[in-house]
């Protein structure tokens, strides 16, 4: 072992250290999260129908919920911003990315690749038509803040 400069199995003890802090990110039970989700739906499904997706997608991208055990709260929010994605016009994209913050184009950036990993429940081709958009707006800083970032949503 003395060829060895790092020790491997240090490192992945420290990666379960990582994963077991993570999952207490989250102060709110799994029920809770999922309420929130219900309630915060409520309220973008009626900004979507008036045709506010600047509105819908502000109150999708706030507060995601993060953290281990709340798979069904992510996957409801993730479908939750795949309808507003959807539901807007492809000349609205541009305006809609410039009325987010930095950290909201980040948020949506995260749902943008949640989704491209899913292929049979989004629409790939608008899914890269927001990907353009985002990175337009937030450079590749986005991209890997996005990447790096330990939260996932």
């Given at each position: 072992?003395?060829?060895?400069?790092?020790?491997?199995?240090?490192?992945?003890?420290?990666?379960?250290?990582?994963?077991?802090?993570?999952q207490?990110?989250?102060?709110?039970?799994?029920?809770?999260?999922?309420?929130?989700?219900?309630?915060?739906?409520?309220?973008?499904?009626?900004?979507?129908?008036?045709?506010?997706?600047?509105?819908?997608?502000?109150?999708?991208?706030?507060?995601?919920?993060?953290?281990?055990?709340?798979?069904?709260?992510?996957?409801?929010?993730?479908?939750?911003?795949?309808?507003?994605?959807?539901?807007?016009?492809?000349?609205?994209?541009?305006?809609?990315?410039?009325s987010?913050?930095?950290?909201?184009?980040?948020?949506?950036?995260?749902?943008?690749?949640?989704?491209?990993?899913?292929?049979?429940?989004?629409?790939?081709?608008?899914?890269?038509?927001?990907?353009?958009?985002?990175?337009?707006?937030?450079?590749?800083?986005?991209?890997?803040?996005?990447?790096?970032?330990?939260?996932?949503?």
């Amino acid at each position: 072992m003395a060829h060895r400069k790092l020790a491997i199995d240090d490192l992945d003890a420290g990666h379960q250290q990582m994963a077991e802090q993570m999952q207490f990110m989250s102060t709110k039970s799994a029920e809770e999260v999922a309420s929130i989700v219900d309630q915060k739906a409520a309220a973008v499904r009626a900004a979507i129908t008036r045709g506010n997706s600047v509105e819908a997608l502000g109150r999708a991208l706030a507060d995601p919920p993060y953290g281990r055990g709340l798979e069904a709260a992510q996957s409801a929010n993730a479908q939750l911003v795949g309808e507003i994605l959807m539901a807007t016009r492809a000349q609205d994209i541009a305006s809609v990315v410039g009325s987010l913050s930095e950290d909201d184009r980040d948020v949506l950036l995260k749902y943008v690749y949640h989704g491209l990993a899913r292929p049979a429940a989004f629409n790939c081709g608008v899914l890269l038509g927001w990907h353009e958009r985002v990175v337009e707006a937030g450079g590749l800083g986005s991209i890997v803040r996005v990447l790096s970032d330990r939260r996932t949503v």
